[in-house]
Every structure is written in C-alpha cells, then in structure tokens.
C-alpha cells in the first residue's frame, strides 16, 4: 500500500514486484493489474476510523455499524454483488459495508489516498495518452466535446519528437477544429493558472489520527441527529410541546458543535504544515495528479482554451 501511495508507482509495476518475488496471484502465478486494484480496494486492512466511514457513506454505501464502532482498531468488509470492491460497484446501493473482528493496520489516511490515486487512474485508463502530457484526459474540444488526444511520433527529417494535438471527433467526421496553439503552449497556461491556485491556497495540517477521530466522530454524530431532528419537524403532526424540545435540542447541538470546531481550530493550530507545492518543481505523474485534483475540463478551441474547475 505505502508503494502504491508514490505518484510514480503504477498497479502495474506493483505487479510485477510480487511476481518478481515469486508471490503466486489470486488466478495464476502472475499478478495482473486488476488483482492488485481489488487488493488495494479492499478494506480488511484498514484501520476504520471516522474518515472511512464519511468515504463509505458519501459513496451510499449501506454501513451496518453505529458510529462509535469505528474507533480506529479494526478492519472492514465489503459486501456486495461480485466485483464490489471496484469504484463503479461502490457507487451501488447494493454494497454493504461492516466492521471486522480483526485489527486493522494500515492507518485510513493512507487507504483513502490510495482510493482517490485508483478513482484517477480509472478516469483516464481508457486513454493511451497520460505518457505523452500530464493533460491527457482533461482536454476536450470546444467544437464536438470529444476529447483531445496528444499525439507524439519522430520527424523524419531532423529526428526531433513532436506531440501534437488531435480532437476525436475527427475520427467520427463531425468535427471542424484545427487548434492553433502547441500543446507545450497549453500545458504552460495551465501550470500557470495551478500555481496561481496553489499560491493561494493554505495547505493542510498533519494532524495526530488518533488525536482527532473521536473529535470528528462526535461531530458527525452531532450532524446527523441535527438531521434527525429537522426531519421531525417536517412531519405535520407535531405538537407545539414538541417543536419546542426539539427547538431547545437543536440550541444545545449547536452550541456543543461550536465548541468542538474551536476544540478543533486549537488542534490545527499546533499541528505541523507540510511545505507548499512547488508546481514546476514536480514531475509528470505529480503534475497530473494535481491537476487531476483542482480541473474539471480543459476545453480547447482554435487559438485559445478555458479552464472548468472542480467544485
């Protein structure tokens, strides 16, 4: 898992690490690509705490534990129809999900970046491009809405390589676009529109998990019996004795939730901050992952682009 977490590292290179190693596969002696994203997928390993179960439930995943179960001790188990442990099953209604018996030990924050970098590769795995420029898979024509391929091949008459763009939309003939300007061009206004971004923003604190998880597990308990309560009063039959118990419980949850985010701005406060990202100082695979994490699209029109940012 902790080789997985480094930006260059593909499923693929894990694989061939444990066939190098001789460690026989799930189906054969050979480790493939997709037997080691199942593998990383599958949270028997992780340590739930608080953030595997917002990354469960905001993926609308049925979770049979109550919240104080996920203490940051034992592992999970996935349940559902074959193959539930890939990103487009987990967005389903029919997984289930439930706490272990066993110890969990590998801490959640690196489980969870191992999930966002496979949400990633799944997005542009179709494309044959990633290699030829750390935008491939964002781009997209402002003519068709097709996506915009980058094309490299060697010019016979210097040797130099050249990369060049390509809509797909012209493989289907219905698209009359011909960008004037060179993918080296496009790839500088984006590097600089991400460091103006990153300029701006301030980067997160590594916080002591096990500091804060029963602190980010009060505070959602907090937020769903808000809910709860607010659920109540939109019912008709509700008596005026009851709004007002209901009024009273709603004034003492959100005088605790606001002292538990101060409790939490302290913590914050003396946490240790990572350095800043220096966006030309990256390599590609990083480059990409950060784009990957701020962009949308990038539409690409004859002689200008525009930039679609995540909400």
């Given at each position: 898992?902790?080789v997985y977490a480094?930006?260059?590292t593909?499923?693929?290179?894990i694989?061939r690490?444990m ?9 054969s ?8 994203g199942r593998?990383?997928r599958n949270p028997?390993?992780v340590?739930?705490?608080h ?5 469960f ?12 179960d996920f203490?940051?001790?034992?592992g ?14 987990l967005?389903s ?5 439930a706490?272990?018996?066993w110890p969990?030990?590998i ?20 494309n044959d491009g990633?290699r030829?420029?750390?935008l491939?898979g964002?781009m997209?024509c402002g003519?068709c809405g097709?996506s915009v391929?980058?094309?490299k091949y060697?010019r016979k008459?210097d040797g130099?390589t050249?990369r060049?763009l390509r809509c ?5 003939l219905?698209c009359?676009?011909k ?8 790839e500088?206004?984006v590097q ?6 990153l300029e701006r923003c301030?980067p997160?604190p ?10 980010e597990?009060?505070?959602i308990?907090?937020?769903?019996s808000?809910?709860n309560l607010m659920q109540v009063?939109k019912?008709?039959?509700?008596s005026?004795?009851?709004v007002?118990?209901?009024n009273q ?6 005088e ?9 701005r302290?913590i914050n406060r ?11 100082a990256l390599?590609?695979n990083d480059?990409r992952?950060v784009?990957?994490s701020y962009?949308?699209?990038?539409v690409?029109?004859?002689d200008?682009?525009?930039?679609i940012?995540k909400k």
């Amino acid at each position: 898992m902790r080789v997985y977490a480094y930006p260059t590292t593909s499923l693929g290179d894990i694989g061939r690490m444990m066939t190098a190693k001789q460690c026989p596969g799930p189906n054969s002696s050979k480790w493939s690509p997709c037997s080691v994203g199942r593998v990383i997928r599958n949270p028997a390993s992780v340590k739930c705490d608080h953030a595997v179960y917002k990354y469960f439930k905001n993926l609308g995943v049925n979770i049979i534990n109550p919240l104080k179960d996920f203490n940051g001790e034992h592992g999970g188990m996935l349940v559902g129809k074959k193959g539930a442990v890939t990103k487009g099953a987990l967005d389903s209604k029919g997984a289930t999900f439930a706490i272990g018996n066993w110890p969990g030990y590998i801490d959640s924050a690196l489980w969870l970046g191992c999930q966002k970098k496979l949400d990633t590769n799944e997005k542009v795995a179709s494309n044959d491009g990633p290699r030829n420029s750390w935008l491939t898979g964002l781009m997209k024509c402002g003519d068709c809405g097709r996506s915009v391929m980058v094309r490299k091949y060697k010019r016979k008459s210097d040797g130099e390589t050249v990369r060049t763009l390509r809509c797909r939309g012209k493989d289907f003939l219905d698209c009359n676009i011909k960008p004037q300007m060179r993918i080296e061009q496009i790839e500088g206004s984006v590097q600089n529109e991400l460091e103006k971004l990153l300029e701006r923003c301030k980067p997160a604190p590594f916080n002591n998990a096990n500091e804060t998880n029963e602190l980010e597990l009060e505070l959602i308990r907090i937020d769903e019996s808000v809910t709860n309560l607010m659920q109540v009063l939109k019912t008709q039959k509700v008596s005026t004795l009851t709004v007002g118990y209901i009024n009273q419980e709603l004034e003492k949850l959100t005088e605790t939730k606001k002292k538990l985010m101060e409790e939490k701005r302290n913590i914050n406060r003396e946490s240790i901050f990572p350095p800043k990202i220096i966006f030309s100082a990256l390599n590609k695979n990083d480059k990409r992952a950060v784009a990957f994490s701020y962009l949308e699209t990038v539409v690409v029109y004859e002689d200008s682009i525009s930039l679609i940012w995540k909400k």
